[in-house]
Structures are given as C-alpha cells and as structure tokens.
Nanobody, 114 residues
Framework: QVQLVESGGGLVQPGGSLRLSCAAS????????MAWYRQAPGKQRELVAH???????NYADSVKGRFTISRDNAKNTVYLQMNSLKAEDTAVYYC????????WGQGTQVTVSS
C-alpha cells in the first residue's frame, strides 16, 4: 500500500518562504504524476502544481513565478518550494500521486500571516 507523508508546513510572514516535502512509501515502481493541491477554509480544493515522470511541470496562475515543484526519484519524494508567500496562500496543502491509482497525503497546514 502506498502512503504519502507531507512535511514542512507552518506559520510564515508575508514575503517569506517554505519548502514542503512529500515522501512516498510502499510498493512503488515509479512516482508517476505527482502534484500539490491546496484547500483554504470555505473553498474547493485546487491544483497548485504538478510534475510528471519526464519532469514537465505545470502551475496554477496564482503561484507562477513564486512556487517551484521538483522531484527526487531516488528518494520517492516531491517538493514544493514556496517563495514570496501571500496571505491568500494560507491553506492545507495536500500531496497527490497518480500511477493509475490515485493517492492523497494527509495534508499539511501553511499559514501566511504577520
């Protein structure tokens, strides 16, 4: 069974940075498509960024130029580097993986506030 464990969330001031990590464990041949979603209170879960096996990436318009998704296949880990954070980035961030089956992490809280 595949598990996704996120880490790296926390409280940061506007303009600050955080790096989220998502480690996949279990029966894994390859990471497949990996993504980060987020859900703010009272809002729907939305895609933040994804990265496919070949390394191609895609970002939500709201985070382009500020966030970077990357992966380390040897460690079965995907990262989300978040810079120039804004209050509107406050949300629970979820790791997602799809290799034909979909998996979600438990989420990690990111709060941007002064």
């Amino acid at each position: 069974q595949v598990q996704l464990v996120e880490s790296g969330g926390g409280l940061v001031q506007p303009g600050g940075s955080l790096r989220l990590s998502c480690a996949a464990s279990g029966s894994i041949r390859s990471l497949g498509l990996m993504a980060w979603y987020r859900q703010a209170p009272g809002k729907q879960r939305e895609l933040v960024a994804h990265i496919i096996s070949g390394g191609s990436t895609n970002y939500a318009d709201s985070v382009k130029g500020r966030f970077t998704i990357s992966r380390d296949n040897a460690k079965n880990t995907v990262y989300l580097q978040m810079n120039s954070l804004k209050a509107e980035d406050t949300a629970v961030y979820y790791c997602y993986r799809n290799d034909g089956a979909a998996y979600w992490g438990q989420g990690t809280q990111v709060t941007v506030s002064s």
